[in-house]
């Protein structure tokens, strides 16, 4: 029998954020699954409850976009933010389409993600961009894009 894993022995979470995405991209996972997912979102006060020294301890948190978006969920500048305070060593990735929330809440998340990376998913230029990534808008995502950026991200 395995022994089982300890929260001292876990040093990297893959995290859904959201399971929410403004996107209908045709080729999506989310578009195969049979089952519904609705509308969940991990809030600040979920990762609030991590016991005391868990992030800490941690060396990477990725958030993945297999269900949602990052970038619809409204409170991940303050969970970066959050986690980046409790680890200031912590290596921060995501994955995005980057079309949903102003540019001034892609400059705060980008503050939090200056030791890490964040993929922004482009398909082809403007002008083909809305085939495969269908509800973004291509110059929206380069506007945010830049706005992580310019907050450090």
Known sequence: MAAMLTLEQIKALNIEASSICQANCPFC????????????????????????????????????GNFGDLCCNPEMPEIAAYIRERNPAITLEGETNGSNQPGAWWK??????????MVFSLDGLADTHRLHRKGTDFHNIIR????????GG
């Open 29 to 64: 996972s989310r578009r195969q699954k049979k089952r519904p997912f609705g509308d969940h979102l991990l809030t600040l006060s979920d990762f609030k409850r991590f016991p005391p020294g868990f992030i800490g301890r941690l060396r990477r948190i990725s958030f993945g």
């Open 144 to 151: 945010n894009l830049e706005a992580f950026v310019s907050g």
């Open 108 to 117: 705060s998340l980008g503050q939090s993600f200056s030791k890490g990376c």
